[in-house]
């Protein structure tokens, strides 16, 4: 197919006005409490004694949606219980960060998480590292994808890396994913608060 550009006049027009306030919209503590208690009872829907929620800088956005933040280059892991307990298991490079999480949560260095031919800085088995966290009973694990085919079980089917479901599979027996709790039809962030609009927003106008 042929164009007729013949009749386009190029021209200055008048830029688009900003609407950004240039005033921040952070997420407030009520708005991250909110957050947790909805998590929570959806891991009650479930059933689950633990929910273990896997990032790295890519695919952290379950992680950060609770602790507020993204781990610098490789992974963490939150442990969360139905009891309200959380753990953070941490590499080397974030465990400074433990104190910058927006939920209360224990801090467990994990070096295995930390970038290739840093110091290993554990002294004991990686299952040793991750049974800190105390995972119990019917455990869900929320990587970043929501399998949907309707060929697999899709709660059999897991996107973490193999060493960190096996560790966990050595403390529990009832495995799960659980991600559609963050991201499925009626997961907790399909939902968004004034608040979180506004945050989201202000970063939009930017």
């Known amino acids: 197919m042929k164009y007729d550009y013949s009749d386009i006049i190029l021209k200055d027009v008048k830029a688009p006005e900003h609407d950004c306030t240039g005033i921040p919209v952070q997420l407030t503590d009520e708005t991250m409490h909110q957050r947790k208690a909805a998590v929570l009872k959806k891991m009650e829907e479930l059933g689950l004694d633990t929910l273990v929620i896997y990032a790295d800088m890519e695919h952290g956005s379950n992680f950060e949606y609770l602790v507020g933040f993204l781990p610098r280059f490789e992974e963490a892991l939150l442990v969360l219980h139905s009891s309200a307990k959380a753990y953070l298991v941490l590499g080397n490079e974030n465990l400074n960060k433990a104190g910058k999480s927006r939920i209360e949560a224990e801090a467990v260095l994990a070096s295995y998480f930390s970038l290739p031919d840093q110091p290993m800085l554990n002294d004991e088995p990686f299952a040793a590292v991750i049974a800190k966290t105390g995972i119990r009973g019917k455990t869900g694990i929320a990587g970043w994808k929501n399998f949907s085919g309707k060929y697999d079980d899709r709660r059999k089917m897991f996107d973490i890396p193999a060493y960190i479901l096996d560790a ?34 202000f970063a939009a106008s930017l």
């Open 168 to 201: 966990v599979r050595m403390y529990s027996d009832d495995v799960i994913n659980a991600c559609d709790l963050f991201i499925g039809a009626d997961g907790v962030r399909t939902v968004c608060s004034p608040n979180e609009i506004a945050c989201y927003e």
